[in-house]
C-alpha cells in the first residue's frame, strides 16, 4: 500500500504552503516596487564611458590609472516610455516568478495523491521554464532601453565613437544565463514527466 512517512508528508505539505507564500510575496512585492516607480522619482545604476579620474585616488600618488565604470543617479519626472518598459520588465519577472512557484505548489500536490506525472504537473512545468526563458531574456533589454532613454532625456548620452566627453553609456541587452538553464532544465524535466506518463500507460496492467 502506498503511504508516505509523516516527515514525507509534512514536507510535501511544506512545500506546497512555501510556493503559495512567495507566489503571494513576488506579488505583492512587485506592486510595491511598480506602484513606488509611477509615484516617485526613478533610480537606478547606468554606466559610465570615459569616466575621469576617481576623486577619492587623486592625492595618493601610488594610483597611477582609474575610472568609474558605473553610477547611480535619481531622475525626477522619468519619460513615460521608461517607466513602462521598467514596469514591463518587473511584470514579465513577476510572472516567471508566480509560474515555476505554481508548478512547485502543483507538483506537490500531486506528489501527495502518488500522481506526480499528471497532465497538468508536466505543462506546468513546461510553461514555468518557458516563463523563466522570457524572464531571461527580455527583462534585461527593457532596463538597458529604459536607461538609454532616461540618459537621452537628460542629454547625457554619450555615442561610443566620442572618446573625450564623460557621460552615460550605451547600454546593451543583458541575458541571465542562470534563469535562461533553469528554464530550459523544467522544459526538459516536464518532456521526460510526459513521457513517463505515455509510457506508464502503454505497459500493460498485469492480469
Not at 62 to 74: F, K, N, P, Q
Not at 193 to 198: C, K, N, P, T, V
Request: hydrophobic residues 55%; proline residues 6%.
Amino acid at each position: 500500500m502506498r503511504k508516505f512517512s509523516r516527515i514525507e508528508r509534512g514536507t510535501l505539505w511544506g512545500a506546497l504552503c512555501v510556493s503559495l507564500v512567495v507566489a503571494a510575496g513576488v506579488v505583492i512585492g512587485t506592486g510595491v516596487q511598480v506602484a513606488s516607480l509611477w509615484q516617485g522619482d526613478f533610480t537606478g545604476s547606468v554606466p559610465l564611458v570615459n569616466g575621469r579620474f576617481p576623486e577619492f585616488a587623486e592625492e595618493t600618488p601610488l594610483v597611477i590609472a582609474g575610472e568609474y565604470e558605473s553610477a547611480s543617479i535619481t531622475v525626477q519626472d522619468p519619460p513615460i516610455g521608461a517607466l513602462t518598459m521598467l514596469t514591463l520588465a518587473a511584470g514579465i519577472r513577476c510572472t516567471a516568478a508566480v509560474a515555476v512557484c505554481g508548478a512547485a505548489a502543483l507538483l506537490s500536490h500531486h506528489l501527495l495523491r502518488f500522481r506526480p506525472f499528471a497532465k497538468a504537473v508536466s505543462s506546468s512545468l513546461g510553461a514555468g521554464g518557458v516563463a523563466l526563458i522570457l524572464a531571461a531574456l527580455i527583462p534585461g533589454t527593457l532596463e538597458a532601453m529604459a536607461a538609454t532613454t532616461v540618459a537621452d532625456s537628460l542629454g547625457l548620452l554619450v555615442p561610443l565613437a566620442d572618446g573625450a566627453v564623460e557621460g552615460i553609456a550605451l547600454t546593451g541587452p543583458a541575458v541571465e544565463l542562470p534563469g535562461l538553464a533553469v528554464g530550459v532544465l523544467l522544459i526538459l524535466v516536464a518532456t521526460a514527466f510526459q513521457l513517463a506518463e505515455r509510457t506508464r500507460q502503454a505497459v500493460p496492467a498485469p492480469a
